[in-house]
Protein backbone atom coordinates (compact mmCIF):
# COMPACT_ATOMS: atom_id res chain seq x y z
CA UNK A 1 0.00 0.00 0.00
CA UNK A 2 1.43 3.40 -0.80
CA UNK A 3 2.38 5.79 1.94
CA UNK A 4 0.47 9.35 2.69
CA UNK A 5 4.00 10.64 0.75
CA UNK A 6 3.72 8.39 -2.00
CA UNK A 7 -0.51 9.47 -2.64
CA UNK A 8 0.36 12.74 -2.67
CA UNK A 9 3.33 11.94 -5.80
CA UNK A 10 1.32 10.18 -7.19
CA UNK A 11 -1.43 12.98 -7.94
CA UNK A 12 -4.09 10.86 -6.25
CA UNK A 13 -7.46 12.30 -6.48
CA UNK A 14 -9.03 10.72 -3.15
CA UNK A 15 -7.80 10.95 0.18
CA UNK A 16 -5.61 7.97 1.15
CA UNK A 17 -7.51 5.14 3.28
CA UNK A 18 -5.75 5.30 6.79
CA UNK A 19 -6.71 1.67 8.54
CA UNK A 20 -8.89 -1.06 6.70
CA UNK A 21 -11.80 -1.86 9.08
CA UNK A 22 -14.55 -4.46 9.07
CA UNK A 23 -18.15 -3.63 8.99
CA UNK A 24 -18.20 -3.34 12.85
CA UNK A 25 -15.37 -0.77 12.75
CA UNK A 26 -13.02 -3.35 15.24
CA UNK A 27 -10.10 -2.97 12.49
CA UNK A 28 -9.93 -6.68 11.27
CA UNK A 29 -11.88 -7.99 8.40
CA UNK A 30 -14.86 -10.56 9.50
CA UNK A 31 -15.47 -13.71 7.42
CA UNK A 32 -17.75 -13.16 4.67
CA UNK A 33 -17.58 -9.90 4.76
CA UNK A 34 -15.51 -7.43 2.52
CA UNK A 35 -13.41 -5.08 4.26
CA UNK A 36 -13.76 -1.46 3.87
CA UNK A 37 -11.47 1.58 3.83
CA UNK A 38 -11.70 3.75 7.36
CA UNK A 39 -14.02 7.02 6.76
CA UNK A 40 -11.41 9.79 6.44
CA UNK A 41 -12.28 13.56 7.73
CA UNK A 42 -12.98 15.80 5.14
CA UNK A 43 -10.21 18.64 4.72
CA UNK A 44 -10.29 21.75 4.63
CA UNK A 45 -10.38 23.18 0.74
CA UNK A 46 -6.80 24.05 -0.68
CA UNK A 47 -6.54 27.74 -1.70
CA UNK A 48 -5.80 28.21 -5.41
CA UNK A 49 -3.15 31.36 -4.16
CA UNK A 50 0.25 30.66 -5.32
CA UNK A 51 2.71 31.34 -2.37
CA UNK A 52 4.83 34.56 -2.46
CA UNK A 53 8.25 34.61 -2.61
CA UNK A 54 9.70 34.28 1.19
CA UNK A 55 12.17 36.94 1.68
CA UNK A 56 12.96 35.66 5.19
CA UNK A 57 15.61 32.67 5.39
CA UNK A 58 14.28 32.09 8.95
CA UNK A 59 12.26 29.02 9.64
CA UNK A 60 8.83 28.37 10.23
CA UNK A 61 8.22 26.67 13.79
CA UNK A 62 5.55 24.14 13.62
CA UNK A 63 4.50 22.43 17.23
CA UNK A 64 2.29 19.96 18.50
CA UNK A 65 1.64 18.95 21.60
CA UNK A 66 -0.31 15.86 22.68
CA UNK A 67 -1.81 15.24 26.09
CA UNK A 68 -0.57 12.35 28.65
CA UNK A 69 0.92 10.89 25.44
CA UNK A 70 3.71 8.04 27.14
CA UNK A 71 5.82 6.28 24.52
CA UNK A 72 5.03 2.95 23.40
CA UNK A 73 2.32 4.45 21.49
CA UNK A 74 3.66 4.83 17.86
CA UNK A 75 1.22 2.11 16.47
CA UNK A 76 -1.50 5.29 17.14
CA UNK A 77 1.01 7.96 14.97
CA UNK A 78 2.35 5.88 12.39
CA UNK A 79 2.50 8.67 9.95
CA UNK A 80 4.10 11.01 12.33
CA UNK A 81 6.35 8.81 13.43
CA UNK A 82 7.52 7.58 9.88
CA UNK A 83 7.99 11.59 8.84
CA UNK A 84 9.26 13.41 11.86
CA UNK A 85 11.23 10.12 13.14
CA UNK A 86 11.63 8.30 10.01
CA UNK A 87 12.40 11.62 8.21
CA UNK A 88 13.68 13.34 11.17
CA UNK A 89 15.08 12.94 14.60
CA UNK A 90 13.94 10.46 17.24
CA UNK A 91 14.96 12.33 20.76
CA UNK A 92 14.94 8.66 22.47
CA UNK A 93 15.43 9.95 25.90
CA UNK A 94 12.77 12.91 26.06
CA UNK A 95 11.42 13.75 29.82
CA UNK A 96 8.57 15.98 31.18
CA UNK A 97 10.63 18.16 33.43
CA UNK A 98 7.03 17.93 35.79
CA UNK A 99 4.14 15.18 35.07
CA UNK A 100 1.47 17.41 35.30
CA UNK A 101 -0.17 19.64 32.65
CA UNK A 102 0.24 23.09 33.70
CA UNK A 103 3.27 22.95 34.93
CA UNK A 104 4.82 21.07 31.86
CA UNK A 105 3.14 23.41 29.46
CA UNK A 106 4.82 26.18 31.58
CA UNK A 107 7.99 24.56 31.17
CA UNK A 108 7.66 24.51 27.34
CA UNK A 109 6.65 28.12 27.04
CA UNK A 110 9.40 29.46 29.38
CA UNK A 111 12.49 27.23 29.02
CA UNK A 112 12.75 26.74 32.75
CA UNK A 113 11.93 24.68 35.27
CA UNK A 114 8.60 24.73 37.57
CA UNK A 115 10.34 25.56 40.89
CA UNK A 116 11.75 28.98 38.61
CA UNK A 117 8.49 29.76 36.31
CA UNK A 118 6.05 29.04 39.71
CA UNK A 119 3.09 27.31 37.96
CA UNK A 120 3.32 24.62 40.26
CA UNK A 121 -0.13 23.07 39.46
CA UNK A 122 -2.79 23.17 37.32
CA UNK A 123 -4.82 25.87 39.15
CA UNK A 124 -2.74 28.61 38.72
CA UNK A 125 -1.84 29.89 35.39
CA UNK A 126 -1.54 33.80 36.02
CA UNK A 127 1.55 32.63 37.93
CA UNK A 128 3.69 32.25 34.77
CA UNK A 129 5.67 35.14 33.62
CA UNK A 130 4.69 36.13 30.46
CA UNK A 131 7.56 38.06 29.44
CA UNK A 132 9.50 34.94 29.41
CA UNK A 133 7.47 33.02 26.87
CA UNK A 134 9.04 31.73 23.49
CA UNK A 135 6.23 32.87 21.44
CA UNK A 136 6.86 36.78 22.95
CA UNK A 137 10.47 36.59 21.58
CA UNK A 138 9.22 35.11 18.50
CA UNK A 139 6.34 37.55 18.23
CA UNK A 140 8.77 40.78 19.14
CA UNK A 141 11.41 39.24 16.47
CA UNK A 142 8.80 39.71 13.72
CA UNK A 143 7.23 35.99 13.69
CA UNK A 144 3.62 35.60 13.19
CA UNK A 145 2.45 33.46 16.02
CA UNK A 146 -0.99 31.33 16.88
CA UNK A 147 -2.23 28.74 19.68
CA UNK A 148 -4.48 26.09 18.71
CA UNK A 149 -6.16 23.87 21.35
CA UNK A 150 -5.04 23.89 24.97
CA UNK A 151 -3.24 26.79 26.55
CA UNK A 152 -3.21 26.83 30.85
CA UNK A 153 -5.32 24.85 32.32
CA UNK A 154 -7.96 27.40 34.60
CA UNK A 155 -6.86 29.98 31.80
CA UNK A 156 -9.96 32.11 32.04
CA UNK A 157 -11.66 31.67 28.71
CA UNK A 158 -12.13 35.43 27.97
CA UNK A 159 -8.79 36.29 28.66
CA UNK A 160 -6.83 36.18 25.10
CA UNK A 161 -3.31 34.46 25.34
CA UNK A 162 -0.65 36.87 25.09
CA UNK A 163 1.77 37.42 22.46
CA UNK A 164 -0.67 35.57 19.95
CA UNK A 165 -1.76 36.96 16.92
CA UNK A 166 -4.30 34.36 16.21
CA UNK A 167 -5.38 32.01 18.64
CA UNK A 168 -8.55 29.22 19.00
CA UNK A 169 -7.82 28.35 22.51
CA UNK A 170 -10.49 26.33 24.32
CA UNK A 171 -10.63 25.87 28.53
CA UNK A 172 -12.45 23.74 29.65
CA UNK A 173 -10.50 21.48 26.95
CA UNK A 174 -13.54 18.56 25.67
CA UNK A 175 -13.59 16.53 22.95
CA UNK A 176 -16.96 17.54 21.48
CA UNK A 177 -18.62 20.78 21.12
CA UNK A 178 -15.63 22.73 22.84
CA UNK A 179 -15.96 26.11 24.24
CA UNK A 180 -13.13 28.14 22.44
CA UNK A 181 -11.60 31.75 22.32
CA UNK A 182 -11.46 32.52 19.04
CA UNK A 183 -9.54 35.43 18.37
CA UNK A 184 -11.34 37.17 21.72
CA UNK A 185 -14.81 35.88 20.73
CA UNK A 186 -15.98 33.31 23.29
CA UNK A 187 -18.11 31.03 21.50
CA UNK A 188 -19.01 26.99 21.18
CA UNK A 189 -18.32 25.35 18.29
CA UNK A 190 -19.07 22.24 17.32
CA UNK A 191 -17.05 19.27 16.16
CA UNK A 192 -14.35 16.65 17.19
CA UNK A 193 -11.25 18.88 19.06
CA UNK A 194 -8.79 17.38 16.85
CA UNK A 195 -10.64 18.88 13.79
CA UNK A 196 -11.26 22.18 15.10
CA UNK A 197 -7.82 22.74 16.59
CA UNK A 198 -6.44 21.13 13.27
CA UNK A 199 -8.28 23.07 10.39
CA UNK A 200 -7.68 26.40 11.97
CA UNK A 201 -3.99 25.31 11.96
CA UNK A 202 -4.08 24.43 8.51
CA UNK A 203 -5.75 28.21 7.93
CA UNK A 204 -3.18 29.55 9.61
CA UNK A 205 -0.60 27.58 7.67
CA UNK A 206 -1.91 28.78 4.23
CA UNK A 207 -1.93 32.24 5.42
CA UNK A 208 1.82 32.05 4.42
CA UNK A 209 1.01 32.48 1.03
CA UNK A 210 0.27 36.10 1.10
CA UNK A 211 2.02 36.81 4.37
CA UNK A 212 5.37 36.23 3.75
CA UNK A 213 6.73 36.25 7.63
CA UNK A 214 7.70 33.65 9.21
CA UNK A 215 5.26 31.76 11.51
CA UNK A 216 4.86 29.44 14.85
CA UNK A 217 2.33 27.70 15.43
CA UNK A 218 1.49 26.42 18.72
CA UNK A 219 -1.17 23.35 18.35
CA UNK A 220 -2.04 21.18 21.46
CA UNK A 221 -5.03 18.44 21.41
CA UNK A 222 -6.85 17.08 23.85
CA UNK A 223 -5.73 13.80 22.78
CA UNK A 224 -4.45 11.33 24.80
CA UNK A 225 -6.47 12.64 28.00
CA UNK A 226 -9.15 11.10 30.24
CA UNK A 227 -12.04 10.75 30.11
CA UNK A 228 -10.71 9.05 26.59
CA UNK A 229 -13.35 9.53 23.52
CA UNK A 230 -12.06 8.46 19.90
CA UNK A 231 -13.27 10.06 16.92
CA UNK A 232 -16.89 8.39 16.09
CA UNK A 233 -15.08 6.18 13.08
CA UNK A 234 -12.29 5.32 15.55
CA UNK A 235 -14.35 4.36 18.54
CA UNK A 236 -14.02 0.56 18.10
CA UNK A 237 -11.08 0.41 16.39
CA UNK A 238 -8.81 -2.82 17.63
CA UNK A 239 -5.37 -2.15 18.93
CA UNK A 240 -2.57 -4.64 18.90
CA UNK A 241 -2.53 -6.98 21.68
CA UNK A 242 -0.34 -5.37 24.62
CA UNK A 243 0.90 -8.07 27.50
CA UNK A 244 2.24 -5.23 29.72
CA UNK A 245 5.36 -4.99 31.18
CA UNK A 246 6.92 -6.53 34.55
CA UNK A 247 5.92 -2.52 36.37
CA UNK A 248 2.46 -3.61 36.01
CA UNK A 249 2.92 -7.03 37.96
CA UNK A 250 5.25 -5.95 40.65
CA UNK A 251 4.26 -8.29 43.84
CA UNK A 252 6.72 -6.88 46.06
CA UNK A 253 6.30 -3.03 46.88
CA UNK A 254 7.63 -2.82 49.98
CA UNK A 255 10.59 -0.69 48.78
CA UNK A 256 7.92 1.96 47.20
CA UNK A 257 6.86 4.90 48.99
CA UNK A 258 4.07 4.72 51.29
CA UNK A 259 1.10 5.99 49.10
CA UNK A 260 2.40 3.77 46.28
CA UNK A 261 2.16 0.58 48.22
CA UNK A 262 -1.39 1.31 48.57
CA UNK A 263 -1.62 1.75 44.84
CA UNK A 264 -4.14 -1.05 43.79
CA UNK A 265 -5.01 -0.60 39.75
CA UNK A 266 -4.38 -3.63 37.39
CA UNK A 267 -3.07 -5.20 33.91
CA UNK A 268 -6.85 -5.10 32.95
CA UNK A 269 -7.64 -1.12 33.93
CA UNK A 270 -4.11 -0.65 32.35
CA UNK A 271 -4.36 -2.12 29.00
CA UNK A 272 -8.25 -0.72 28.74
CA UNK A 273 -6.80 2.42 29.18
CA UNK A 274 -4.16 2.65 26.90
CA UNK A 275 -6.93 1.42 24.04
CA UNK A 276 -8.94 4.49 24.84
CA UNK A 277 -5.51 6.61 24.72
CA UNK A 278 -4.22 4.85 21.25
CA UNK A 279 -8.32 5.39 19.96
CA UNK A 280 -8.00 8.96 20.18
CA UNK A 281 -4.38 9.28 18.76
CA UNK A 282 -4.94 7.84 15.68
CA UNK A 283 -7.00 11.28 14.66
CA UNK A 284 -3.69 13.31 15.55
CA UNK A 285 -2.43 11.30 13.34
CA UNK A 286 -4.33 12.54 10.35
CA UNK A 287 -4.06 16.02 11.54
CA UNK A 288 -0.39 15.57 11.21
CA UNK A 289 -0.64 14.28 7.94
CA UNK A 290 -2.70 16.94 7.02
CA UNK A 291 -0.08 19.77 8.39
CA UNK A 292 2.74 17.69 6.44
CA UNK A 293 0.24 17.85 3.51
CA UNK A 294 0.02 21.59 3.54
CA UNK A 295 3.65 22.78 4.16
CA UNK A 296 4.33 20.66 0.64
CA UNK A 297 1.33 22.59 -1.09
CA UNK A 298 2.62 25.96 0.23
CA UNK A 299 6.48 25.17 -0.42
CA UNK A 300 7.39 25.11 3.08
CA UNK A 301 8.17 21.35 4.21
CA UNK A 302 11.66 21.76 3.84
CA UNK A 303 11.95 24.96 5.70
CA UNK A 304 10.04 24.37 8.53
CA UNK A 305 11.11 23.17 11.92
CA UNK A 306 8.52 20.53 13.18
CA UNK A 307 8.58 19.18 16.93
CA UNK A 308 5.98 16.69 17.81
CA UNK A 309 5.85 16.16 21.76
CA UNK A 310 3.50 15.21 24.91
CA UNK A 311 3.35 17.30 27.75
CA UNK A 312 3.89 14.10 30.04
CA UNK A 313 3.58 10.38 29.85
CA UNK A 314 1.27 8.23 32.21
CA UNK A 315 1.12 5.08 33.84
CA UNK A 316 -0.81 1.68 32.47
CA UNK A 317 -0.96 0.15 36.52
CA UNK A 318 2.97 0.27 36.67
CA UNK A 319 3.32 -0.36 39.99
CA UNK A 320 -0.44 -0.66 40.47
CA UNK A 321 -0.76 3.32 39.41
CA UNK A 322 -2.82 4.19 36.79
CA UNK A 323 -2.20 8.05 36.18
CA UNK A 324 0.65 10.66 36.03
CA UNK A 325 2.37 12.84 38.76
CA UNK A 326 5.08 9.88 39.72
CA UNK A 327 8.88 9.95 38.67
CA UNK A 328 8.75 6.52 37.07
CA UNK A 329 9.94 6.10 33.59
CA UNK A 330 6.04 5.96 31.75
CA UNK A 331 5.15 9.25 33.71
CA UNK A 332 8.13 11.01 32.73
CA UNK A 333 9.33 9.86 29.47
CA UNK A 334 7.64 11.50 26.15
CA UNK A 335 7.40 10.63 22.37
CA UNK A 336 9.80 13.34 21.06
CA UNK A 337 10.41 14.07 17.06
CA UNK A 338 12.30 16.43 15.27
CA UNK A 339 12.65 17.16 11.81
CA UNK A 340 14.10 20.25 9.80
CA UNK A 341 15.28 19.08 6.44
CA UNK A 342 16.48 22.66 5.46
CA UNK A 343 18.89 22.74 8.64
CA UNK A 344 20.26 18.52 7.55
CA UNK A 345 17.46 17.12 10.13
CA UNK A 346 15.22 15.04 7.56
CA UNK A 347 17.49 12.01 7.74
CA UNK A 348 15.88 9.80 10.55
CA UNK A 349 18.44 9.48 12.81
CA UNK A 350 18.22 8.51 16.44
CA UNK A 351 19.91 10.86 19.40
CA UNK A 352 19.92 9.40 22.94
CA UNK A 353 20.99 12.38 24.73
CA UNK A 354 19.26 13.18 27.88
CA UNK A 355 16.34 16.18 26.98
CA UNK A 356 13.63 18.04 28.53
CA UNK A 357 10.99 20.36 27.99
CA UNK A 358 12.76 22.89 29.43
CA UNK A 359 15.19 22.47 26.05
CA UNK A 360 12.36 23.44 23.64
CA UNK A 361 11.93 27.07 24.18
CA UNK A 362 15.71 27.81 23.90
CA UNK A 363 15.25 25.36 20.33
CA UNK A 364 13.02 27.13 18.48
CA UNK A 365 14.90 30.51 19.63
CA UNK A 366 18.02 28.89 17.93
CA UNK A 367 16.64 27.95 15.18
CA UNK A 368 15.08 31.51 14.56
CA UNK A 369 18.24 33.20 15.34
CA UNK A 370 17.51 35.10 18.81
CA UNK A 371 19.40 35.32 21.86
CA UNK A 372 17.05 34.33 24.58
CA UNK A 373 16.66 37.70 27.28
CA UNK A 374 15.77 35.26 30.09
CA UNK A 375 17.31 32.71 32.05
CA UNK A 376 16.71 29.04 30.25
CA UNK A 377 17.45 25.83 32.07
CA UNK A 378 17.42 24.37 29.08
CA UNK A 379 19.32 24.33 26.46
CA UNK A 380 19.12 24.06 22.23
CA UNK A 381 19.19 20.35 20.88
CA UNK A 382 20.42 21.92 17.29
CA UNK A 383 23.81 22.16 19.00
CA UNK A 384 24.83 18.81 19.70
CA UNK A 385 27.87 19.61 22.17
CA UNK A 386 25.05 20.87 24.48
CA UNK A 387 24.79 17.66 26.71
CA UNK A 388 23.99 16.62 30.10
CA UNK A 389 24.94 13.72 32.97
CA UNK A 390 21.18 14.47 34.65
CA UNK A 391 18.23 15.68 34.17
CA UNK A 392 15.92 17.18 36.92
CA UNK A 393 12.27 16.31 37.25
CA UNK A 394 10.33 17.38 39.91
CA UNK A 395 6.36 17.95 41.50
CA UNK A 396 4.33 19.04 44.21
CA UNK A 397 1.37 17.93 46.50
CA UNK A 398 -1.11 19.84 45.30
CA UNK A 399 -5.14 20.31 46.36
CA UNK A 400 -6.38 17.89 44.01
CA UNK A 401 -5.15 15.14 45.83
CA UNK A 402 -6.33 14.74 49.05
CA UNK A 403 -4.19 11.32 49.46
CA UNK A 404 -0.83 12.34 49.76
CA UNK A 405 1.30 11.34 47.02
CA UNK A 406 4.15 13.77 48.39
CA UNK A 407 6.26 16.48 46.84
CA UNK A 408 9.02 14.89 45.10
CA UNK A 409 11.84 15.80 43.13
CA UNK A 410 14.28 13.66 40.92
CA UNK A 411 17.78 13.47 39.13
CA UNK A 412 17.46 10.98 36.01
CA UNK A 413 20.62 10.42 34.70
CA UNK A 414 22.75 7.95 32.08
CA UNK A 415 22.33 5.37 33.60
CA UNK A 416 21.09 5.49 37.76
CA UNK A 417 17.99 7.60 39.17
CA UNK A 418 18.06 9.20 42.50
CA UNK A 419 14.66 10.66 44.03
CA UNK A 420 13.69 12.55 47.54
CA UNK A 421 9.94 12.91 48.34
CA UNK A 422 9.21 16.09 50.78
CA UNK A 423 6.95 16.61 53.75
CA UNK A 424 5.56 19.74 51.65
CA UNK A 425 2.21 21.17 49.76
CA UNK A 426 0.97 23.29 47.99
CA UNK A 427 -1.15 25.98 49.40
CA UNK A 428 -4.87 27.38 48.09
CA UNK A 429 -2.12 29.75 46.19
CA UNK A 430 -0.07 27.30 44.73
CA UNK A 431 3.00 28.38 46.67
CA UNK A 432 4.95 25.37 48.67
CA UNK A 433 4.65 26.68 51.65
CA UNK A 434 2.88 23.99 53.91
CA UNK A 435 5.39 21.21 55.65
CA UNK A 436 8.81 21.57 57.00
CA UNK A 437 10.39 20.32 53.57
CA UNK A 438 11.88 17.31 55.28
CA UNK A 439 12.73 14.13 53.52
CA UNK A 440 10.83 11.47 54.20
CA UNK A 441 11.28 8.75 51.78
CA UNK A 442 14.29 8.10 48.41
CA UNK A 443 14.92 5.89 46.31
CA UNK A 444 17.45 5.12 43.97
CA UNK A 445 17.91 2.56 40.59
CA UNK A 446 20.24 0.87 38.64
CA UNK A 447 18.18 2.02 35.24
CA UNK A 448 20.61 0.08 33.12
CA UNK A 449 19.80 -3.35 35.21
CA UNK A 450 16.68 -2.57 36.42
CA UNK A 451 14.70 -0.35 33.09
CA UNK A 452 11.16 -1.26 35.20
CA UNK A 453 12.38 0.16 38.81
CA UNK A 454 11.38 -3.21 40.50
CA UNK A 455 14.25 -3.06 43.02
CA UNK A 456 14.90 0.36 45.15
CA UNK A 457 18.77 -0.13 46.00
CA UNK A 458 18.13 2.15 48.81
CA UNK A 459 15.28 -0.31 50.42
CA UNK A 460 17.15 -1.95 53.68
CA UNK A 461 20.71 -0.35 52.24
CA UNK A 462 23.60 0.25 54.94
CA UNK A 463 25.36 3.66 54.73
CA UNK A 464 28.35 1.87 53.47
CA UNK A 465 25.96 0.87 50.77
CA UNK A 466 24.75 3.68 50.16
CA UNK A 467 28.43 5.34 50.06
CA UNK A 468 29.14 3.17 47.26
CA UNK A 469 26.27 3.75 45.29
CA UNK A 470 27.23 7.60 45.47
CA UNK A 471 23.69 8.41 47.10
CA UNK A 472 25.14 11.22 49.10
CA UNK A 473 26.75 12.80 46.16
CA UNK A 474 23.84 12.04 44.65
CA UNK A 475 21.64 13.58 47.20
CA UNK A 476 24.27 17.29 47.33
CA UNK A 477 23.71 17.46 43.23
CA UNK A 478 19.54 17.08 43.99
CA UNK A 479 19.78 20.16 46.44
CA UNK A 480 21.90 21.98 44.46
CA UNK A 481 19.39 21.68 41.43
CA UNK A 482 16.50 22.52 42.92
CA UNK A 483 18.29 25.73 44.92
CA UNK A 484 19.46 26.76 41.11
Not at 167 to 184: I, K, S, T
Not at 391 to 397: N, V
Given at each position: MLTGAAVVA????????????????????????????????????VSSVSPLPRTDPRPNILFVLTDDQPKETDWAVRRTADWLGGQGVTFARAHANTPLCAPSRASIM?????????????????????????????HEAGYRTGLFGKYLNYWHTGDNPPHFDE?????????????????????NIPGYNTHVIRDRALAFIDGSRTDTRPWFAYVATRSAHELNIPERKYAHTRVPEWPGRPSVYESDKSDKPPFLRKADHTY??????????????LSVDDAVRDFQDKLRAVGQLENTLVVYTSDHGLCWADHGWLRKSVPYRPG????????????????????????????????????????????????SLLDTRNDRDR???????NRQD??????????IGRSTQYTEYYRTRLD?????????????FREFYDLAADPYQLTNLLHGATAGQEAALGVPEAAKRLAAARRA
Open positions: AGAAVPLALRAVDDDGSGTPVPGRTARAAPVASRPPSGRYAHHHGVLDTRHPYHLDQHTTVQRQLWLLQEPVAYYNGHYNDNGTVRAQGKALRTRQLRTLLEVPFWLSWPARGLGKGTVDDRLTGHVDIAPTFLDAAGITPDTPHDGHLLAEWWWQEPIHTWATHGQGAPTQGDGAVL
